[in-house]
């Protein structure tokens, strides 16, 4: 026979819930879901010189179909043999112009590949 006195008190389940809430918030705002790298700009404006002032100049453009090498469409991963025969002694330089409608992630791309190029030094044309 069960004790009249002895009732069982209900667990309230309000204070579970607001912790959990309280840790997804938490971790939500902590942790980061996108990888971030930095890659440095030189932008350069009308008659800016670089380090390679005698070196050969190669225009490229950057376009939201992918990048044009002094007027014809190159893939990023033939970059370097489509400006290997416009060298002189190794040295290169290279004046990157963005259309507007290209996009950050070809931009980052095409900054990966040039930077890649061995004795090319590249600005970006404003």
Excluded: C, H, W, Y
């Amino acid at each position: 026979m069960p004790k009249r006195g002895a009732t069982r008190a209900r667990l309230s389940l309000t204070s579970l819930i607001d912790v959990i809430f309280l840790l997804l918030l938490f971790f939500m705002l902590s942790s980061t879901f996108s990888k971030f790298g930095e890659i440095p700009l030189r932008t350069s404006s009308g008659n800016a010189r670089t380090d390679f002032n005698d070196a050969p100049i190669v225009f490229a453009r950057l376009t939201a179909r992918g990048v044009t090498i002094n007027g014809r469409a190159v893939a990023l991963d033939r970059l370097e043999t489509a400006v290997a025969p416009m060298r002189r002694d190794g040295d290169l330089r290279v004046l990157l112009s963005v259309a507007e409608a290209a996009q950050a992630q070809g931009l980052a791309d095409a900054l990966r590949a040039f930077q890649s190029l061995p004795d090319a030094r590249f600005a970006i044309l404003e």
